[in-house]
């Protein structure tokens, strides 16, 4: 269906006002644009609270919830995060020409060269208790590194472009941070299309990012599939990056349909310009075998059901599959466990289109799932699918992401935990859709034991993040490169091609790993069943303005977890 004249124009002239734009805002020193980094942060501070309780509004939180807590750390916090260390590596450019890499934070494992970014600063080492590296993809060597990154901030005369950002519906933070994204390590001019899910985040993106839209750096467009079809295939769109799943992917690059499907399959591309795209995946979580005690059971409970709960499930990086070994004497009570978890957990609302019937067809598939928790008008429970036979490569609990609140289990046969990993990682690499994000948890005995094997699985799981003890979305809260592990075609697209956020500006990772401890005592504030809700606001509060004195503050409100 054709655009009505009106909002075709209104494009159009969006669209030439970036054209207009893009050379000079390429040409920009550094020093602006950290001045436009600046005002950005203060800005989008300034709509926090509001954006905060309108995203809550609108997915059905109560307000004084716990997830009020969950909405910052999704939102603000994230976007404050990234615009800080964004700030601090573009005047690192400023003064060295490129964010400096400190020679001890490098090293070497078989070739590849690997950098921990993560803490980047004493308040990282206090508040975030996390390690992380960003691993480099094969043609990367220590010689070369430094003409690895920040590739757009060493060209003598860079060349401006116009991106199209297809926005995500179902956090906030993703268009914020896809927007500086753009803007700032890939030094291109953009139009976010908001996706029609969160639309209503508009006037907030707008507010916090007029400095840029006054200077034509950035335009706004709303509507529906017609009008981002309409974009992408507009002559003054040069590139497109998407984030969704794999099917607006494909009709986007392929075309519609079954004819779009059969050049899929011939290979025929019918979008010639650049996409790059962050897709869906069917998250693993590894359980380990280990000696782990009874607390242990319960924390490790609570940690994969925060990877299941957040966002009521509507996230890419959601856990998706536990994986235990089979001969596990505790495996019977960890299930437990995770079920008696989400079994007491508050039902959410199942805002995000379409999770109905995806919900329905894992049931008719798995008419043994066990809906956990309360039932309601517009709410899926919390759902386990547990002993599935991990031989059944196309059970959908594989192979296709559900976008709600289900968790699948699966066992693994195997005679200790060394042989157990290994399988593991071949599942998760062979068997599950995607390679987005992975997570291992492991016991720090277990992993003693297992000395290097631990990080040959690391290095073996074909995915874009690994977290180990940690949800790997703690790669994209603390500013590291988020994307799907390299080398996805445009016919077999899985988890999309290219890295987002990126703070540290990295020209071609190949994976983020993070690493956190087994257990932390007093409970961290980013589980679920924490009653710490005033912790990660106060948290985000401080990423946009960083000092000692806010420290104190922010502890006693964790203590209360």
């Avoid at 109905?356 to 008419?367: D, G, S, V």
């Avoid at 976008?403 to 599950?432: H, I, Q, W, Y």
Wanted: charged letters at 20%.
């Amino acid at each position: 269906m054709a655009l009505a004249v009106a909002l075709s124009s209104k494009l159009d002239q969006a669209v030439e006002v970036l054209q207009a734009n893009k050379q000079r805002w390429a040409a920009l020193p550094v020093e602006k644009k950290v001045e436009f980094v600046e005002v950005l942060s203060r800005d989008v501070f300034g709509v926090s609270d509001d954006l905060v309780a309108k995203t809550m509004d609108a997915k059905g939180i109560p307000a004084g919830s716990s997830a009020m807590g969950e909405e910052w750390g999704i939102g603000p916090l994230v976007i404050l995060r990234y615009l800080r260390l964004l700030r601090e590596n573009l005047r690192q450019i400023s003064q060295y020409g490129a964010p400096r890499i400190p020679p001890k934070k490098l090293r070497i494992r078989n070739d590849q060269v690997i950098v921990e970014v993560i803490p980047a600063s004493s308040f990282d080492r206090l508040l975030y208790n996390a390690r992380g590296e960003v691993w480099m993809q094969p043609d990367v060597t220590r010689e070369n590194l430094p003409q690895n990154v920040a590739s757009f901030y060493r060209q003598k005369q860079p060349t401006g472009r116009v991106a199209l950002l297809l926005g995500a519906g179902n956090v906030a933070a993703i268009d914020f941070a896809g927007i500086a994204h753009e803007l700032f390590v890939e030094g291109e001019v953009c139009m976010l299309k908001f996706n029609p899910v969160n639309d209503y985040i508009g006037p907030f993106v707008e507010k916090a990012f007029m400095s840029l839209i006054a200077e034509g750096f950035l335009q706004l467009a709303k509507g529906g599939a017609d009008v981002g079809a309409y974009l992408c295939n507009h002559p003054g769109i040069e590139k497109i990056h998407i984030t969704g799943n794999y099917r607006t992917y494909n009709t986007i690059v392929f075309g519609p349909g079954n004819e779009g499907e059969e050049r899929r399959r011939l290979g025929q591309l019918k979008m010639l310009k650049p996409v790059t795209s962050e897709l869906g995946n069917v998250g693993p979580v590894i359980v380990v075998p280990g000696p782990w005690s009874q607390s242990d059971l319960r924390f490790q409970a609570e940690n994969v059901a925060t990877q299941v709960e957040n966002n009521a499930a509507f996230n890419c990086n959601s856990a998706r599959v536990l994986i235990t070994q089979e001969g596990w004497p505790q495996r019977k009570a960890f299930v437990d466990s995770v079920r008696e978890v989400l079994r007491t957990s508050p039902a959410r609302r199942a805002y995000y289109p379409g999770a109905f019937e995806r919900y329905r067809r894992i049931l008719e598939a798995h008419p043994e799932a066990e809906p956990l928790g309360p039932k309601g008008d517009g709410v899926i429970p919390w759902t386990l699918v547990a002993g599935l036979d991990h031989s059944m490569s196309t059970d959908v609990c594989f192979t296709e992401e559900p976008f709600c609140g289900v968790l699948a289990e699966t066992s693994l046969e195997a005679r200790d935990a060394t042989e157990f990993l290994k399988k593991a990682v071949a599942f998760s690499n062979k068997t599950l859709f995607g390679n987005l994000s992975a997570c291992i948890i492991v016991h720090p005995k277990t992993a003693a034991e297992l000395g290097p094997l631990l990080e040959e699985a690391i290095a073996g799981l074909r995915y874009g993040t690994v977290g180990i003890n940690y949800w790997p979305a703690f790669g994209y809260l603390l500013g590291l490169p988020w994307g799907a592990f390299p080398g996805n075609t445009a016919d077999d697209i899985q988890s999309g091609t290219g890295f987002v956020v990126n703070s540290f500006m990295f020209d071609k990772p190949q994976k983020t790993v993070i690493y956190g401890p087994f257990r932390i005592r007093p409970k961290p504030v980013w589980l679920v069943t924490s009653k710490a809700v005033n912790a990660i606001p106060k948290l985000a509060k401080f990423e946009a303005n960083p000092r000692w004195s806010a420290l104190p503050s922010i502890f006693l409100s964790a203590l209360s977890s």
